[in-house]
C-alpha cells in the first residue's frame, strides 16, 4: 500500500457562531445551502478521488463549524463517497467534530452507525456564566449529558476541547475544570489558551471583561500539563493530551509533516510537495465547484529547504520534537546552528534532549513562538 | 569697483521667529524690483530651484542695488548669521564683516534672549544697531510698547524705528533708507596689504571650496597668491565675485577694501578655511591678522552607531560628506562593547547634534543609536596628570582620580515674572547657582545663572520651555571650568556592563539618576526568554536595580492545516521585530532604550 494520507472535509455550518470563534463558518444556514454544500462537496471528493488512488486514506476528519448540524443525510452521502471512491484503510481514524447541544443520544447513535469513531466535543468550560458569554450554544450539564451520550452510542476515542485564560477564570477554578473533565474519562483532551481574535464579538468587547494576564495564562498552562500527565494523558503536542494509542491521527500529520488533503472553503492541504488552500467564501467555493470558477485561495512550492523550517517550526510542537539525524538524512541541512539555540534553551529549563534529539519543555512549549524563530534564524545565519 | 562711501555691509539679528528670514526675502525682493523689474520673475524662479537644490546663497550674503531717495545706487550687502546660541562664534564672524545691523525685535513679543545676546555680540563689535519693529500686522502687535522695551532695555533709540510688516511688504522701503542712512560706510585702505575675513565657506564637488569673505584692507585678484594667515596654506585664486540672489556672479577685476564677496582657489576641504581666519597677499603679507579668530571647538559629544553594524562604512562615508561643508564637526572611531563600530562626534551644542543626527538619517537613510551626549570634563589624576576626556568609557577609576572639572556656562534666561519662581526651580535642580536678575519692565526678568554644561545638554530647554508655556527664552556660553564633584554610573543588563550606557553625574544626583535610568531601561526592555536584573552601579557598588520580568508566554495554542501558512508569515514579521533590537550580551535591546535614558525628566 501506499503512502497514508489524511482527509480534511470542512463544514462551514453553525447553529450559532461563538463570540469568539474566527474560523471559517456561517451561522444557521438553511436546508437549501447546506444540500448545495453536500453536493458542492460530493463533487470536489469525486474529483479528488483519482489523485489518492496509489495512497491509503488512514484518518478522515469532519471539521467546522459544527459538522453535525449539516444533517444525517448529507453526512452519509459524504460518507459514502469516501468509502466507495477512496482507499480507505482498514481501521482508519474517523472523527467528527460537535458541539454539546447540537447533538443527542439518538444523533449519536446513528453518527456512530455510520461509521464515525472518533468524536471531538467542544466543551470548553464547566461554568455555565462563561459558556453564556463565550456565546456557546450549551451549558455544563449539556456537555456531561452529551458526553455519556456519546459513550452509550459506543464512542471509545472521545476528544474533549477547553478553553484557558477566560475571563475571570482563576487558576483554581481551571484546576477543578480539569479534574472534573479526567473524571468524565475522555481519551483525548486539547486545551487551549483563548486567544482574542480581532474582529470576533469578544474582542470588540474586550475591555468589559478581565482576562488572566500571561503570566497567569502560563500558571494556568503549567497546571494542565501536571494534573493531565498526573492522570495518565500524555502531553504530545502543545495544547494536546491523549490516553496511550489515543492521540488524534489525523491531527498529528500536520504537525509531522504527513500529507493530508483539506476540502471545502478555507480547508487547507499540504500534498505532493505543495501547501494550498481553498477560498473562505462558502457562496464562492460553491460556486467555483458546481460552476466552473476558480476555488484555489494560495498555493505555495515547497521545496527541500521551506521544508526543513517547517520541520523545525512544526516538530517542535511535539513532544517527539526534532532529531538531528532525522533532518541530515531528510533535507541535507546542517543542524548545529539549531542545536546550538536549543542548548543554549536548555540552559535555562526550555528545552532537554536525548542524544541529538530535542524536545521542548512545558515552559518551553509556553515561548515556542520565540524559540522556534530563534532556531530558524540561527539555522539561515549558521555556517 | 564700487566706491566706499556707496557701500553698506549689513546683517539682520533677531530671536528665533520673529521674522528674519521673511525680512531678508522682502529686502531681496524690493532691491530687485526696483533695479531688474523686467528680470524679476526669472529671479524668483531661480531662487526656487536654488531652494529645492538646498542652497540658499541668501542664507550666506547676497549683494543688492538699491537706488536710494537722495537719487544715489547704494550696494548693500546683506550678511546672513546662524541664528542659535550653538553657532554664537560662526555669528560673532558674521557681525564682524558688517558695519551696522537691523535688529528685527517682534511687535507682539517683544526682547528675547535671542535678541538681547545678540545684540550685546553686535555692540561689542561695534555694529550700529538700527532697531526695526516687525509684525504689526498681527492683532496682538504693540510697537510702541516694544519700541519703549528696545529704548529702556537696550538703550538705542527706537521710537522712530521702522514699522514693519515684512509678511505683508509693509515699511520696506524705510528699511532700505534706515540702511542707507544710518548704517556706516566701510573704511579700510584698498592700498594697504590684504587682510579678508573668512565668514564662511562652501563645499562644491566641482570648484572646490568657495570662501565668503569681507576685505577689510587691500585688493583680491583671480591669478594672485593668497596664505591663510591661521593654517599657513597658500593658494592662487581662481576666481573672485560677488554674490546675487541668482547665484554667484565672477568679477574679474576682483575685490577691494570694503567690499563682500567670495573667492575659489581649488581648495579641497573646508579645514583649510576656518571661519574668522584672515586671507592676506602671499608676496606681500599684512603684520598681523584680524582680530577674534578663535578655533571652532565642539561642546557636545556623542557616540553615534550604525543601528544595523554592516553600515559602519555607510556611516563614515557620510560624516565624510557632512565633515565636507562643517568645519565644527569632529568625528573619530569608536568601538563599544555594546554598539560594536562607531564614531565619536563632536559638535557645536545640542542643535548641532540634532541636525547632524537628522541629516545623516534622512539624506543618507541611516538608522542610528546614538549614546547620551557628554561634555568634555578635566580630568585631575592622582599621579598628577591632567586629561580631557569627552567619553564617560575614559573616565578614571575612584583610584586614579583627585579631582574632576567640568565645564560651566553663563546662561541667560528671559521670562514673563510669573515664571521665576518655577525656573529658579529648575535652575537649582540642575546644580545652577543664582548670578542676578534684572526686571526689564513690570513683568519681564532677566535671570542669570551659573549652569554646568552637563546640565543643559539632557533636556534643559525643554523643560524649560514645557515649565513656562513656552514662553521663557534662554542663551549661554561658555564661561570656565570648575572643581566638580562627579561620579561614573554604570549600567548593567543581566550581570554584564553595557559601555554604552555609562554615563558622568554629579554625586548629588548618583541617586536619583541611577534609580530613573533603572526604571527607565526596564520599561523599555521587553521581556526576555529570562528575568534581566537592570543594575545601575558606580565603581562596582550597585546603587539602583530593576528587574526585566522573564518571558513566560508567547505561544499559538492551535496550529493545524490552515494555520501554518499563517505562522511562517508571524515568523517573519517576528524576525522583523529583531532587526530593530540590539543584542547587548544574551538581553535583546530595543533603538528606543539607548533614547529614553536621555529623556528622564518626563514622567
Known amino acids: ?383 | 569697483m564700487v566706491k566706499q562711501d556707496r557701500l553698506r555691509n549689513f546683517c539682520i539679528i533677531a530671536h528665533i521667529d520673529h521674522g528674519k528670514s521673511t525680512l531678508a526675502d522682502r529686502l531681496i525682493e524690493a532691491t530687485h524690483a526696483v533695479a531688474q523689474r523686467e528680470m524679476a520673475d526669472q529671479i524668483l524662479d531661480n531662487m526656487e530651484l536654488e531652494r529645492e537644490r538646498g542652497i540658499t546663497i541668501k542664507a550666506r550674503a547676497v549683494r543688492l542695488d538699491y537706488t536710494a531717495a537722495d537719487g544715489q545706487a547704494y550696494v548693500l550687502n546683506l550678511i546672513d548669521t546662524p541664528g542659535h546660541v550653538d553657532f554664537n562664534y560662526e555669528v560673532s564672524r558674521s557681525l564682524a564683516a558688517c558695519e551696522g545691523a537691523l535688529l528685527v525685535v517682534d511687535a507682539a513679543q517683544g526682547i528675547e534672549a535671542q535678541t538681547l545676546a545678540n545684540t550685546y555680540l553686535a555692540l561689542e563689535h561695534d555694529l550700529e544697531v538700527l532697531p526695526i519693529l516687525n509684525k504689526i500686522d498681527l492683532p496682538s502687535a504693540d510697537p510702541e510698547r516694544a519700541a519703549q522695551e528696545v529704548e529702556h532695555v537696550i538703550g538705542l533709540p527706537a521710537l522712530g524705528a521702522p514699522r514693519v510688516s515684512a509678511k505683508l511688504g509693509q515699511g520696506i522701503d524705510a528699511v532700505l533708507e534706515a540702511v542707507v542712512s544710518g548704517i556706516p560706510a566701510p573704511a579700510g585702505d584698498p592700498g594697504a596689504p590684504l587682510r579678508a575675513l573668512i565668514f564662511d565657506s562652501q563645499y562644491d564637488s566641482y570648484r572646490g571650496v568657495i570662501v565668503y569673505i569681507r576685505l577689510m584692507e587691500g585688493r583680491l585678484r583671480p591669478g594672485q597668491a593668497i596664505r591663510m594667515m591661521e593654517t599657513g596654506a597658500v593658494f592662487e585664486v581662481v576666481e573672485t565675485g560677488v554674490l546675487r540672489p541668482l547665484g554667484m556672479e565672477p568679477c574679474a577685476d576682483g575685490l577691494a577694501a570694503g567690499e563682500v564677496g567670495y573667492f575659489t582657489a581649488s581648495i579641497k576641504t573646508v579645514r583649510e578655511t576656518q571661519v574668522g581666519d584672515t586671507v592676506t597677499d602671499d608676496a606681500r603679507p599684512a603684520a598681523r591678522p584680524l582680530p577674534g579668530y578663535r578655533r571652532v571647538q565642539p561642546m557636545v559629544f556623542s557616540g553615534v552607531y550604525p543601528a544595523d553594524g554592516a553600515k559602519y562604512p555607510d556611516l563614515r562615508d557620510a560624516l565624510d560628506k557632512l565633515k565636507l561643508n562643517d568645519a565644527s564637526l569632529t568625528f573619530e572611531p569608536e568601538t563599544s562593547v555594546a554598539l560594536g563600530y562607531g564614531f565619536r562626534c563632536g559638535f557645536l551644542g545640542l542643535l548641532h547634534m540634532e541636525i547632524i543626527q537628522e541629516r545623516l538619517e534622512r539624506e543618507y537613510n541611516l538608522d542610528l543609536i546614538t549614546t547620551a551626549p557628554s561634555v568634555i570634563y578635566k580630568i585631575h589624576k592622582t599621579d598628577g596628570e591632567t586629561a580631557l576626556i569627552d567619553n564617560p568609557l575614559n573616565y578614571p577609576n575612584p583610584t586614579e582620580l583627585d579631582y574632576p572639572e567640568e565645564p560651566f556656562v553663563k546662561a541667560n534666561v528671559l521670562t514673563p515674572s510669573a515664571y521665576v519662581g518655577s525656573i529658579m526651580d529648575l535652575c537649582q535642580e540642575r546644580r545652577g547657582t543664582f548670578r542676578d536678575m534684572k526686571y526689564l519692565d513690570a513683568d519681564r526678568v532677566e535671570m542669570h545663572y551659573d549652569l554646568p554644561l552637563g546640565e543643559i545638554i539632557y533636556d534643559f530647554f525643554d523643560a524649560l520651555k514645557s515649565r513656562t508655556r513656552g514662553y521663557a527664552s534662554l542663551d549661554y556660553e561658555f564661561s570656565e571650568y570648575r572643581k566638580s564633584d562627579l561620579v561614573k554610573l554604570d549600567v548593567l543588563l543581566n550581570g554584564d556592563p553595557v559601555d554604552a550606557l555609562s554615563f558622568i553625574v554629579h554625586t548629588d544626583k548618583a541617586y536619583p539618576r541611577a534609580r530613573r535610568i533603572a526604571e527607565k531601561l526596564k520599561d523599555n526592555i521587553p521581556r526576555q526568554m529570562f528575568e534581566v536584573p537592570v543594575q545601575v552601579a558606580v565603581g562596582g557598588k550597585i546603587i539602583a536595580r530593576e528587574t526585566v520580568k522573564a518571558l513566560r508566554k508567547d505561544v499559538l495554542a492551535k496550529c493545524y492545516g490552515g494555520d501554518i501558512t499563517r505562522k511562517k508569515k508571524l515568523l517573519e514579521k517576528q524576525k522583523e521585530g529583531k532587526k530593530r533590537m540590539r543584542s547587548l550580551g544574551s538581553v535583546e535591546v530595543p533603538q528606543e532604550a539607548f533614547m529614553a535614558v536621555l529623556k528622564l525628566d518626563e514622567n
Open chain 1, 1 to 383: 500500500m501506499g503512502q497514508a494520507v489524511g482527509l480534511y472535509l470542512h463544514i462551514p455550518f453553525c447553529q450559532k457562531k461563538c463570540d469568539y470563534c474566527d474560523f471559517y463558518s456561517v451561522p444557521g444556514g438553511d436546508e437549501r445551502a447546506k444540500q448545495t454544500y453536500t453536493k458542492a462537496l460530493a463533487a470536489h471528493l469525486t474529483e479528488t478521488a483519482p489523485a489518492l488512488t496509489r495512497h491509503t486514506v488512514d484518518t478522515v476528519y469532519f471539521g467546522g463549524g459544527t459538522p453535525p448540524v449539516l444533517g444525517l443525510g448529507p453526512l452519509h452521502t459524504l460518507m459514502d463517497i469516501i468509502r466507495r471512491r477512496f482507499p480507505l484503510a482498514a481501521g482508519a481514524e474517523i472523527t467528527l467534530e460537535a458541539n454539546p447541544g447540537v447533538v443527542d443520544d439518538k444523533l449519536l447513535k446513528k453518527l456512530r452507525r455510520e461509521g464515525f469513531n472518533r468524536l471531538s466535543l467542544g466543551v470548553q468550560s464547566l461554568e455555565d456564566d462563561t459558556l453564556a458569554l463565550l456565546g456557546r450554544v450549551h451549558n455544563a450539564r449539556q456537555a456531561q449529558s452529551a458526553f455519556e451520550g456519546a459513550r452509550a452510542a459506543g464512542f471509545d476515542n472521545i476528544g474533549v476541547d477547553l478553553l484557558y485564560g477566560l475571563p475571570g477564570q482563576t487558576v483554581e477554578e481551571w484546576r477543578a475544570t480539569l479534574r472534573e473533565i479526567v473524571a468524565w474519562g475522555p481519551e483525548h483532551i486539547s486545551c487551549y489558551g483563548l486567544k482574542l481574535e480581532e474582529g470576533t464579538p469578544l474582542w470588540r468587547d474586550r475591555a468589559d471583561y478581565a482576562f488572566p494576564d500571561d503570566d497567569a495564562q502560563a500558571d494556568q498552562y503549567l497546571a494542565a500539563v501536571s494534573i493531565l500527565e498526573e492522570n495518565g494523558y500524555l502531553h504530545y503536542e502543545i495544547s494536546n493530551f491523549a490516553r496511550p494509542g489515543r492521540v488524534s491521527r489525523h491531527n498529528l500529520k500536520y504537525w509531522t509533516l504527513a500529507p493530508y488533503i483539506g476540502l471545502g472553503p478555507s480547508a487547507c492541504s499540504d500534498f505532493g510537495g505543495r501547501r494550498w488552500s481553498y477560498v473562505r467564501d462558502l457562496e464562492a467555493y460553491v460556486g467555483g465547484m458546481l460552476g466552473d470558477g476558480d476555488v484555489l485561495h494560495e498555493m505555495e512550492e515547497l521545496p527541500p529547504e521551506a521544508r526543513a523550517a517547517e520541520y523545525l517550526m512544526l516538530r517542535l510542537r511535539t513532544a517527539d520534537g526534532v532529531s538531528g539525524n532525522e533532518y541530515v538524512r531528510l533535507y541535507k541541512g546542517n543542524f548545529e546552528p539549531v542545536e546550538r539555540v536549543l542548548e543554549a534553551r536548555a540552559a535555562h529549563g526550555f528545552a532537554r534532549s536525548e542524544g541529538n534529539r530535542w524536545r521542548l519543555t512545558p515552559k518551553g512549549f509556553l515561548v515556542s513562538n520565540r524559540i522556534i524563530a530563534d532556531v530558524l534564524e540561527a539555522r539561515t545565519e549558521g555556517p
